[in-house]
């Protein structure tokens, strides 16, 4: 018998992921259609507090970060509605191999997730201040996950997919010259 399975007599109690994915794909379904500009959906490493304000929605997932992540830009892209502006901890530049093993790689793989994004960073406690704040009026989904590493959730502020900035710009301005 292979080493990983010793111990499993009854494989049908074995816990799948793909099986807690479609799970929490059910969930977040329920969820992205309602949310809109202003909303926040974070995918947390294990040690992510849990949050206590009023807008606060958490969900746990036998999953790691990179899983969720696919997930949920996946269901993102189907309804089309908002599109994600992308929050990391700043600190997750300076953590050395050394002292978090696994996270020169995972730092590559969440690169190549989110290259064609643009991607801010502020450190975690400004982050963490930001989301409490918008918790207090808007809705804030986490979704925590099995992944250890420090410093590596994503924070992804919802934005209007079919709106923005620079249209706004111009309607204010549009609005401005009506108003004189």
């Not at 799970?23 to 909303?39: A, D, I, K, Y």
């Not at 992308?86 to 997730?113: C, H, K, M, P």
Request: with cysteine; charged share 30%.
């Amino acid at each position: 018998m292979t080493e990983w399975r010793q111990g499993f007599d009854d494989m049908e109690n074995w816990d799948d992921p793909n099986d807690e994915l479609e799970e929490l794909s059910g969930e977040l379904e329920e969820w992205l259609p309602l949310l809109g500009h202003r909303n926040w959906l974070l995918i947390t490493d294990m040690a992510f507090p849990a949050l206590s304000g009023e807008g606060v929605h958490a969900f746990w997932a036998e999953s790691d970060i990179l899983s969720v992540l696919d997930l949920v830009m996946e269901l993102l892209g189907e309804y089309g509605h908002v599109r994600p502006r992308v929050w990391l901890d700043a600190e997750l530049d300076f953590v050395e191999e050394d002292w978090a093993q696994g996270i020169t790689e995972f730092r590559q793989l969440l690169t190549e997730r989110l290259r064609d994004l643009p991607v801010y960073r502020l450190p975690h406690e400004q982050l963490i201040a930001r989301v409490n704040e918008a918790a207090s009026t808007f809705q804030v989904i986490i979704v925590k996950t099995n992944t250890t590493l420090p410093y590596t959730s994503v924070f992804l502020e919802l934005d209007c997919a079919y709106w923005d900035d620079e249209r706004e710009a111009l309607l204010r301005a549009t609005m401005g010259r009506l108003e004189a």
